[in-house]
């Protein structure tokens, strides 16, 4: 095993997350292999940021709201400061974090293992099935999810089953590699295209995580809506609206919509 990759940094972009940022970071820190906890308060207008300080995190901090692949940048900028201002070895592997895991977060630690023993550059946690806060149907329509996985699948040939988790663990190489993310909601599908264009190993992997679940409501309504518009950017930035295009020039419309049917 190599000694960077088996030293973890937890990231963890946080936004309004003080019922939840303290256990979180606790479970983190007690995860193997786990070396720095660093949580990114993406201007949060509650105490998130001192209830992560206080859990053991090192915590930076947004002025204002900028989005979560920002708040990911940002954590893993203050990594890279911290080690080089204090001399201290790298940390080779990242493990990516919501803030809402909650206790739950200790169950992370099979999405290190097969990373830190150098068997997939990038695991990717299946989550159960959820439940919302007030025991509701969570979930949308599918329409989120099912364009961020027919997307992944268009650009690479690679099928997701989570294609939104943002519950994962990579090289910092991969993180790299995928650098500078795609933004706000758009940076897991734009991280899984990057990762695997470079010829890089993607896993997914069953891990029994709770998070707040969004529901039907207007506001969850239009939390989705925006992660519509961000992972859609993602897929066009890398080539999506291109290829359908080819496909048209190539084999007529007809084509496109055979191919989407039954997805
Ligand atoms: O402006 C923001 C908004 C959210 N967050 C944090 O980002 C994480 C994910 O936000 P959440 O509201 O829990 O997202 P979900 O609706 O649950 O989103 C799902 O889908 C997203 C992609 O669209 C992924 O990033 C998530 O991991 C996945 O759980 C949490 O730690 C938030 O505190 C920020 O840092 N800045
Ligand atoms: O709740 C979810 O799983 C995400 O917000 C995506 O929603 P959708 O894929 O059901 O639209």
Known sequence: MSPALARVACIIPAKDEQERIAATVTAALALPHVDVVLVCDDGSTDATGQHAAAAGAVVVTHRRNRGKAAAVESGVNALGVREQRDGRPECGTLLLLDADLGGTAAACAPLITPVVEGRADLTIAVLPEQQTEDGGTPGGFGLVMG????????????????????????????????????????????????????????????????????????????????????????????????SGIDQVRANGLSSLLRRDRGR
């Open 147 to 242: 364009t961020a996985a027919r997307g992944i699948t268009e650009l690479t040939g690679w099928m997701p089953q989570a294609p939104l988790s943002g519950q994962r663990c990579l090289t910092r190489r991969a993180f790299e590699l995928a650098s500078p993310l795609a933004a706000g909601w758009g940076v897991e599908v734009g991280m899984t295209v990057d990762v695997l264009r470079a010829g890089l190993r993607v896993e997914e992997v069953p891990v029994a995580l709770r998070h707040r679940a969004t529901g039907r409501d207007l506001a969850g309504q239009l939390h989705r809506a925006k992660q519509l518009r961000d992972v859609t950017r993602a897929l066009a930035a890398r080539g999506l609206v291109q």
